[in-house]
């Protein structure tokens, strides 16, 4: 059984900070790419940010140059640096990762998401 468990969310004020991480434990013979989603309030799910493996890394146009991602492979674990947040970054954020359980078997996981909210 593979678990996600999001952390570090939160009420923060806008052009402040804040660090997600994700965090995988379980049966996991290698992790392959990860990823950052979020879905505000009346909206579809968003991608946010991903990374591979070997850390390539894509991010939505909304949040370039203000998130970072990254991950800890010795961990199991990915993290999310959220620089200037503004109040429409306000959403539940959600990890995501390509799990191989085997050598033969990879699905996705998902965390059960973690609230943040910019407002003053």
């Known amino acids: 059984q593979v678990q996600l468990v999001e952390s570090g969310g939160g009420l923060v004020q806008p052009g402040g900070s804040l660090r997600l991480s994700c965090a995988a434990s379980?049966?996991?013979?290698?992790?392959?790419?990860m990823g950052w989603y979020r879905q505000a309030p009346g909206k579809q799910r968003e991608e946010v940010a991903t990374?591979?493996?070997?850390?390539?890394?894509h991010y939505a146009d909304s949040v370039k140059g203000r998130f970072t991602i990254s991950r800890d492979n010795a961990k199991n674990t990915m993290y999310l640096q959220m620089n200037s947040l503004k109040p429409e970054d306000t959403a539940v954020y959600y990890c995501?990762?390509?799990?191989?359980?085997?050598?033969?078997?990879?699905?996705?996981?998902w965390g059960q998401g973690t609230q943040v909210t910019v407002s003053s």
């Open positions: 995501n990762a390509n799990i191989l359980v085997s050598p033969a078997w990879d699905r996705d996981y």
């Open positions: 379980g049966s996991i013979f290698r992790i392959n790419a």
């Open positions: 990374i591979t493996s070997v850390y390539s890394t």
